[in-house]
């Protein structure tokens, strides 16, 4: 039995969650971010790091310090009932509904786009996504080695190549930083920090979490209090990889302004930097790496959806739900990466104060003995306000007229919850009744206890 992790241990496992966080939207969303903040780049990019790279590393550590088994199980602690829909729904945001679109979708976008006519680019993402998840299933379907092997491959590979481009960045940057676009024209940071949400790695951190803490485990760590002091150590090596190429990718979009204008998507960017600064060959091998790299996270979502669902509903064979969940990420795929994206804010508006909460409750838990009356009522409040944040956001995204009650619903929150016009109207009220309901539970446990 081991206490403590070597360096060398703890940065391979840190490497490892680098990796498994690491796909499509770690790329496109900061590139787009540094396009759009322009002169503002630098506060919107500390909003980005906030949701982007501090939350996950606090959802890594509340698995470690819950003491829980999955997901499912911390979310117990609400409801049984609750704890199904909530991991179903993350797992679905984090696979077939969103992410492993996204990631056949980037792939094309940086790897093959480029190299296709206007006219042919909705064949060519039909072409390239079908064999995409052809080889997504056929692995999926076979688990083999030959997956990890190439995932160790590939995220040295990737790290280096982005970190020569953003030195290049550096050193020689593309044009000046240009003004910002109108909604990063104010509240930069806020804009920033809701759009850290689109990585969606604070909603993997849930379920990645574990893989973490298994693997720290599988090395002879018992004691719980060195598995969470593991976790913090490989954590930091992971965020901190993270944090370096955001800053990078974001102060790259910002540069590249000036000579390509703005660009629809951020893959998009990358391309046209990478084949600014290396040629062609530049382009190419961040076009092989990438894709790669975007198939390897296809085929581990696809894999945790697999898993997740049959452990459901075990009737239904693993199997089955790879074909299906392979087949639905093609289809959504199709739909384009900026419909792809436009769909899932309303669903992460809808499903990250609900995360964040469980998060702040899993380690002010053992303050409140874990009562479940505390995780019910804050995530009710929670739910009460996310549940509206997601269809207005929807309403706001697509043109739609607000229906009537929730006019009022919205006007009403808008007059009496702090935050709420940047997204964060939920954040005060669900402290607020954490703090009230966490002390009454302790008051009434203490006046148990004397009358004992």
């Known amino acids: 039995m081991k206490t403590k992790l070597s360096f060398s241990a703890y940065s391979a496992i840190g490497v490892m969650l680098f990796a498994l966080f690491f796909g499509a939207g770690n790329l496109i969303f900061p590139a787009q971010l540094g396009q759009n903040a322009g002169t503002n780049v630098w506060s919107a990019v500390i909003g980005f790091l906030i949701t ?3 939350l996950p590393f606090i959802g890594i550590l509340a698995m470690g310090f819950s003491g829980s088994s999955n997901l499912q199980e911390l979310a117990g602690r609400i409801h049984p009932v609750y704890a199904v829909v909530f991991t ?4 679905l945001t984090i696979g077939p509904f969103f992410a492993t679109p996204r990631t056949g979708t980037v792939a094309y976008d940086i790897g093959i786009a480029p190299f296709v006519g206007e006219g042919s680019a909705q064949l060519g993402l039909l072409i390239f996504t079908l064999v995409f998840f052809g080889v997504t299933m056929w692995l999926s379907l076979n688990p083999s080695k030959i997956v990890d092997r190439v995932g160790k491959i590939l995220s040295p590979a990737l790290i280096i190549l982005l970190f020569v481009l953003l030195i290049t960045v550096i050193v020689k940057p593309m044009g000046s930083i240009e003004a910002p676009q109108e909604v990063y024209t104010s509240g930069a ?12 790695d604070a909603l993997a951190s849930l379920v990645f ?5 298994n693997a720290i485990r599988a090395m002879g760590v018992t004691s719980k209090r060195e598995v969470l002091s593991a ?24 540069t590249s302004t000036e000579r390509f204008g703005i660009f629809e998507t951020g893959g998009l960017v990358l391309n046209s930097a990478a084949s600014y600064y290396f040629g062609s060959f530049g382009t190419i091998m961040l076009s092989v790496i990438i894709t790669l790299a975007c198939l390897t996270t296809s085929i581990g979502l696809i894999t945790a959806c697999g898993e997740y669902f049959h452990t459901l509903l075990p009737k239904v064979s693993y199997k089955k739900f790879v074909v299906f969940f392979s087949v ?4 959504i795929a199709n739909f384009g990466l900026s419909n792809i994206i436009m769909y899932s804010i309303p669903v992460l508006m809808f499903l990250y104060p609900l995360a964040i909460t469980l998060m702040l409750l899993t380690f002010l838990s053992p303050l409140f003995n874990h009562s479940r009356v505390v995780y019910v009522a804050a995530t009710v409040v929670a739910l009460m306000i996310s549940t509206i944040d997601g269809l207005k956001t929807f309403c706001d995204s697509f043109g739609i007229a607000y229906f009537n009650w929730m006019e009022l619903i919205v006007s009403f929150y808008e007059q009496i ?3 709420y016009s ?11 009744v954490i703090l009230i309901t966490g002390t009454i539970v302790r008051v009434q446990r203490l006046t148990a206890a004397e009358a004992q």
């Open 52 to 54: 982007g790279v501090g």
């Open 88 to 91: 179903s729904l993350l797992y």
């Open 189 to 200: 940071f806020v804009k920033g920090f809701l759009e850290g949400y689109n990585t969606m």
């Open 209 to 213: 979490g574990i893989i973490v803490i």
């Open 231 to 254: 976790t913090v150590r490989a954590g930091t090596v992971a965020i901190a990889l993270l944090a370096i190429i955001y800053v990078g990718i974001a102060y790259l979009g910002a």
């Open 328 to 331: 639905f990420s093609f289809v």
């Open 417 to 419: 919850l702090p935050l």
């Open 422 to 432: 940047q997204g964060l109207g939920w954040l005060l009220p669900v402290l607020v």
